[in-house]
């Protein structure tokens, strides 16, 4: 089975860090861009920031710049998310997402809950 699995989430105070991990299996890791998507309460998804399946194109969304930090390590086939100085208004579920052409793959999200 091909799976995508979001962890590393928790609560944490303004201005602490928190690092998200994004497993895969089942899948050629290195050939798939990943994604992380992050959804708060009753608001859309937003993307936050993506990796190419080479690594060699990296975006963040304005709103984490400076802050956030994507990486991945194929070995381990994991995307990670390093969220540092993090605010209230950070507070969703993240969620991973993993493409190739026209194939779109979601794992469950992680709770980040940012408290003032």
């Known amino acids: 089975d091909v799976q995508l699995q979001a962890s590393g989430g928790g609560l944490v105070q303004a201005g602490g860090s928190l690092r998200l991990s994004c497993v895969a299996s089942?899948?050629?890791?290195?050939?798939?861009?990943i994604a992380w998507f992050r959804q708060a309460p009753g608001k859309e998804r937003e993307g936050v920031s993506c990796?190419?399946?080479?690594?060699?194109?990296?975006i963040y969304a304005d709103s984490v710049k400076g802050r956030f930090t994507i990486s991945s390590d194929n070995a381990k086939n994991t995307v990670y998310l390093q969220m540092n100085d993090l605010a209230p208004e950070d507070t969703a579920v993240y969620s991973c997402?993993?493409?190739?052409?026209?194939?779109?793959?979601w794992g469950q999200g992680t709770l980040v809950t940012v408290s003032s």
């Open positions: 997402n993993a493409v190739r052409g026209t194939i779109s793959l």
């Open positions: 089942g899948l050629t890791f290195s050939d798939y861009a």
């Open positions: 990796i190419s399946s080479s690594a060699v194109r990296i």
